[in-house]
């Protein structure tokens, strides 16, 4: 079994009644078992703010499947609870469906180049959704860049995303907005405890492989097969 966290949310008709339905159908006690749930807590619409704010919810579960049969069930079960993504209005009810064509119109930066408003856009964490940051190689010489190796940079300024609308941009470069964070002493605790992998950091499973796979690739580069890891640990 694995462990595993999931969030829920909405804003088209009793979003809670319908979190709850949708917990129900995806929890059942076999392949995905309950551990905990999260309140609910209401939050304001982002992008297209002219709808009703949303619902969300966080569920802590146990699961036999693999991440890939984790999401299939999870999709199954919003069509199952009436969700149709191909009728989805961009930035209104979920998903919050965002390439860099729309991160560089609320910026009014314009771009002619359809490659670069495809760009997808990453989740970088949860504190401080609002903000954007750029990982890159190279370096370059934009006005806030933080170096995280002799190569990879990370910048939060706006000129960079300029340089990229006008096709000027960065060889590789990776857009995300908002950061994970963690308080005084909380990810050395969490290294202490085998909560994360370590690895060196590695240009190529960034920019060279399918992002459904990163994670998989970033593992294998200390040896390990990420399917074998198991939550559990202790003493023989």
Known sequence: MARAYIALGGNVGDARAA????????????????LARSSDYRTPPWGVTDQPPFVNA???????????ALLARA???ESACGRDRTRERRWG??????????VLKQMNIETEFDAVRRQPIFLGGPVQTE????????????????????????????DILEAI???EGPAHSLVALGYAGWGPGQIEREIGENAWINVDADDRVLFDT???????AAAALNGVDI??????????
């Not at 399917?227 to 023989?236: L, Y």
């Open 19 to 34: 979190i709850a339905q949708a917990i129900r159908r995806f929890c059942d006690g076999e392949e995905v078992t309950l």
């Open 58 to 68: 966080c569920i802590a579960i146990d699961t036999r499947l693999d991440p890939r």
């Open 75 to 77: 999709q199954q079960v």
């Open 93 to 102: 009810p979920r998903p919050l469906d965002i390439d860099m064509g729309e």
């Open 131 to 158: 903000r954007g940051f750029v990982i890159h190689k190279p370096h370059g010489a934009w006005d806030v860049t933080l170096k995280v190796s002799d190569e990879l940079g990370v910048t939060s300024s706006r």
């Open 165 to 167: 609308a006008r096709g």
């Open 210 to 216: 399918p992002s459904e796979q990163r994670w998989e």
């Open 227 to 236: 399917h074998r890891v198991s939550t559990h640990s202790g003493r023989a």
